[in-house]
């Protein structure tokens, strides 16, 4: 590698067109996931012969390493680390390590199923990995499993979130995503599970990401009426945000059980402060989770593009974004905004 340039804070951070800078960076290590979860990889159009991206095609951890660098030089300090399922990449703990070891990087976090946690959570702890996100969306055993495809074991899920309570990588927060008639009936029950633990539930809107999950606007359950019926059983007060472009709202409960959060993309769109690129594990640069192009970094990468070139390349990227399709979905739905053609979820980690 030529050209490296060293990591240090640039004067001139970039910033899009609608003045938002880069902070953050989502990293997808892999586009394999051993569940097939309706809203992001149903089983009908990913079956277990689908071919995903084979080794060659994906990023090496060297060369993920490489390219988070380069981004926390233009001003990322928040690296998150989704797929697909992150647990199945054989040298997770190689890349969290070096990542763990890129100065400037303030946060190193994963999102998994936890289906796999358990045996794993002190390790990547061990690496450096700081914070985890579990994605849960019923406590009922049978409606887990359907909701996984068919192929999820919620005693799994609930030991992997009790390793990594026990690796240090608490507080863990937890997504549910709620659709209408499908766990909307949960709401309660999961609050109540989770309060008192120290970790943080969070209820997601149902999203039309991808083109293949069946959204409809009838399936989406408006945080606000989640955030009623939570009140109504145990009272909230708000809570202000934890740092610039958060996207969740954050409530505790005033007996002194914890927080919830709500991240309301279709009810409340935080499109204005969204401060989020996304690597797929092909080396793609997205700048929204709602687009239908990525940005190749890897193959210029791999034909020797040095550290200057490929940062101009980034800031080129980011500097010509004026992405907002939370903003516009109502006229993508009516056919007069941004093109219905998106990147499939398991490819950028939501």
């Known amino acids: 590698m030529t050209g490296t340039i060293p990591i240090r804070v640039v004067r001139d951070q970039p910033h899009d067109r609608l003045r938002r800078p880069l902070h ?38 060297g060369e993920i390493v490489r390219l988070a660098r380069l981004f926390v030089r233009l001003g990322v300090r928040k690296l998150r680390l989704t797929g697909g399922e992150p647990l199945l990449l054989r040298e997770l703990p ?52 359907q909701l996984s495809g068919g192929l999820g074991d919620l005693d799994d899920t609930l030991a992997g979130i009790a390793a990594a309570d026990a690796a240090g990588l ?41 083109t293949c999950n069946g959204w409809q606007a009838d399936k989406v359950v408006a ?24 996207v969740a709202r954050r409530y505790r409960y005033l007996d002194g059980a914890g927080e919830v959060g709500f991240i309301s993309s279709v009810s409340q769109p935080f499109c204005g402060a969204c401060s989020r690129a996304r690597l797929s594990a092909d080396g793609r640069l997205y700048t929204c989770l709602f687009t239908g192009h990525g940005h190749d970094l890897l193959t210029p990468m791999r034909e020797g593009e040095d550290d200057a070139a490929l940062l101009a390349r ?23 905004g941004p093109s219905p053609d998106r990147v499939e979820m398991y490819s950028i980690g939501g």
């Not at 800031?315 to 993508?332: E, F, M, P, T, V």
């Open 24 to 61: 953050d960076l989502r990293i997808s290590l892999i586009d394999r996931c051993n569940f097939r979860c309706p809203y992001c990889m149903p089983a009908e159009d990913y079956p277990r012969h689908h071919a995903f991206l084979r080794r060659s095609q994906r990023m090496l951890p």
């Open 170 to 210: 608490a507080p863990i927060k937890i997504n549910a995503v709620i659709q209408r008639d499908v766990n909307d009936d949960e709401v309660e029950a999961l609050a109540e599970h989770f309060r008192g633990t120290g970790h943080t539930l969070r209820f997601i809107e149902f999203m039309d990401v991808g």
């Open 314 to 336: 980034i800031c080129a990227i980011w500097s010509a974004r004026q992405d907002r399709y939370s903003q516009l979905r109502s006229q993508a739905a009516a056919g007069d």
């Open 94 to 145: 190689e890349v969290i390590r070096g990542l763990a070891g890129i100065a400037g990087v303030e946060d190193l976090a994963m999102t998994s199923n936890g289906s796999l946690l358990a045996a794993r959570a002190a390790g990547l702890r061990q690496a450096g990995l700081q914070r985890l996100t579990v994605s849960l969306d019923s406590l009922q055993a049978e409606r887990f499993r």
């Open 223 to 246: 945080s606000a009426q989640l955030l009623a019926r939570i009140h109504a059983r145990w009272p909230l007060e708000a809570v202000g945000p934890a740092h610039a472009g958060e």
